[in-house]
């Protein structure tokens, strides 16, 4: 049975000015602490679905995604793993930002579904959720508010 984590929050930022950072397949380096390198793998593309990245994470541990989905007009996209040294399986992602009108801000959706093996689910399903998801999030804010 697969296991759905989401996390929202609110980036102090303009949409055209966050999502460049998520629509770059390549770029998760720049702004999440938890990864340590990212690379693009042959033949791949920060903008192409079909493209895998090899992400380094820190302190330890990798993971192969693959670009699933990319949508420019609805400012979203999904991705899924597909080879990770984490108790993850069937792990298919997305992520959707939508404009806040009144503040000019951007609503951040990020959500994941997945099966685990090998480990507690409420362990892994919090180290996703907070760990991955809460903490990019935060972090890309802070990065967009100090400009």
Do not use: C, N
Request: hydrophobic share 45%.
């Amino acid at each position: 049975m697969p296991h759905t984590v989401h996390i929202s929050a609110i980036i102090h930022a303009p949409l055209d000015k966050v999502w460049p950072l998520f629509r770059d397949f390549d770029g998760l380096a720049g702004w999440h602490p938890g990864v340590a390198q990212s690379r693009l793998e042959a033949g791949g593309r920060h903008d192409a679905v079909g493209s895998v990245r090899h992400l380094t994470l820190a302190p330890s541990g990798f993971v192969r995604e693959q670009l699933l989905m990319l949508d420019d007009p609805g400012t979203a996209l999904r991705y899924s793993i597909i080879e990770t040294d984490l108790p993850m399986r069937d792990y298919v992602a997305g992520v959707s930002l939508r404009p806040i009108t009144e503040s000019g801000h951007t609503l951040v959706e990020w959500w994941a579904d997945f099966r685990v093996e090998g480990a507690p689910l409420a362990d892994v399903a919090k180290a996703v959720g907070q760990g991955v998801f809460a903490t990019g999030l935060a972090a890309l804010d802070v990065k967009l508010r100090a400009g």
